[in-house]
């Protein structure tokens, strides 16, 4: 069956950096648009960015310039980058695989996820 697996998040200050990596399987994941999105405490899944099966890329606004999407097809990984972050980017952070993705932000497209790995900002 299909596995996307997110590495360990953790608990980081203001300003640092932390790179997040999801290991997917049972799947090709070549084929699919990968994407990342986070959920705040009393909040609504949020998009964060996503790279599809032919390495186009978009970004959230919110972390457009600071936040880095990859994916390395030989490894069946996807990472997000993070830098200068911001204690309003703690939430827990899912990635998500879809194969028939129209509108890479909206959630529904996407046919897995991951369990979520926490990332807390302290200010």
């Known amino acids: 069956q299909v596995q996307l697996v997110e590495s360990v998040g953790g608990l980081v200050q203001a300003g640092d950096s932390l790179r997040l990596s999801c290991a997917a399987s049972g799947l090709t994941f070549s084929s699919y648009s990968m994407g990342w999105f986070r959920q705040a405490p009393g909040s609504d899944r949020e998009f964060v960015g996503a790279i599809r099966s032919g390495g186009n890329r978009n970004y959230a606004d919110s972390v457009k310039g600071r936040f880095t999407i990859s994916r390395d097809n030989a490894k069946n990984t996807v990472y997000l980058q993070m830098n200068s972050l911001k204690p309003e980017d703690t939430a827990v952070y899912y990635c998500?695989?879809?194969?028939?993705?129209?509108?890479?932000?909206?959630?529904?497209?996407?046919?897995?996820w991951g369990q979520g790995t926490q990332v807390t900002v302290s200010s």
């Open positions: 998500a695989a879809g194969y028939t993705i129209v509108a890479t932000i909206n959630p529904f497209e996407y046919e897995y």
